[in-house]
């Protein structure tokens, strides 16, 4: 069974927007890792955050973590079509073992 | 430096059949990582192997198995496959486990379909 939830499960926006996805889970964690999946492909790894950091970025990329309300956002700044994709985010508590949330389906509009 | 390299890509496969999956890891990790994604149950861990030791493994029937070769490569093999059994199955690969700050790379995946 999946250990998160993400929010929302699908969003829609135009292009240049920024876009906000969210994460919960469930346990106390070693990371948390965030992926997009474009249809039918593998998965890309966007950004690591560690349990003892709150704030990461990446370009237009800007992950946060709050462990004492075990959730995590990735926001995605002007944002272009290419970023149309699954968002993922992952929580790792033993060895490499990723617990995965639904997923939210961004699509961006030209 | 090629990334996580899953074969075969597509393959069809009859109930009742075995099918083996392989995968490569990123030249110098030595941490392999299985995972299962279905539209009706996500992406759901199936098994890590390290320095060909299996490190943890998921809520999968004893039909899904995987080993790790010395040089890191992997296998993942399903016998007496079901209709349910389709799906995209992904590789992941690590430098190595146990720590807090390991990024973890997928491979394309090799989508099986069971007829």
């Known amino acids: 069974s999946q250990q998160g939830e993400e929010d929302p499960q699908a969003l829609s926006i135009q292009e240049g927007e920024n876009a906000t996805m969210n994460c919960s889970y469930k346990?106390?964690?070693?990371?948390l890792q965030w992926y997009r999946q474009n249809s039918g492909r593998g998965l890309v790894h966007l950004i690591l955050?560690?349990?003892?950091?709150r704030e990461k970025h990446s370009g237009r990329l800007r992950v946060t973590l709050d462990t004492s309300k075990k959730s995590s956002s990735l926001l995605i700044t002007a944002s272009r079509a290419a970023d149309t994709a699954s968002y993922f985010c992952?929580?790792?508590?033993?060895?490499?073992?990723?617990?995965f949330g639904g997923g939210t389906r961004l699509m961006v509009k030209p | 430096k090629a990334g996580v390299t899953q074969t075969p890509r597509y393959l069809i496969k009859t109930r009742g059949q075995q099918v083996t999956l392989s995968c490569s890891p990123i030249?110098?990790?030595?941490?392999v990582s299985w995972y299962q994604q279905t539209p009706g149950q996500g992406l759901q861990f199936l098994f890590e192997?390290?320095?060909?030791?299996?490190?943890n493994k998921g809520n999968f029937p004893g039909r899904f198995s995987g080993r790790q070769f010395s040089n890191s490569r992997s296998e993942m093999n399903v016998s007496t496959l079901e209709l349910g059994d389709s799906a995209l199955y992904l590789c992941?690969?690590?430098?190595?486990?146990?720590?807090?700050?390991?990024?973890?790379?997928f491979g394309e995946g090799s989508w099986l379909t069971v007829v």
């Open positions: 346990t106390s964690i070693n990371n």
């Open positions: 992941a690969s690590s430098p190595s486990t146990g720590s807090s700050g390991n990024t973890i790379y």
């Open positions: 192997y390290f320095s060909e030791t299996q490190r």
């Open positions: 955050i560690r349990s003892n950091e």
């Open positions: 030249s110098g990790h030595r941490s």
């Open positions: 992952a929580t790792v508590y033993a060895g490499n073992m990723l617990t």
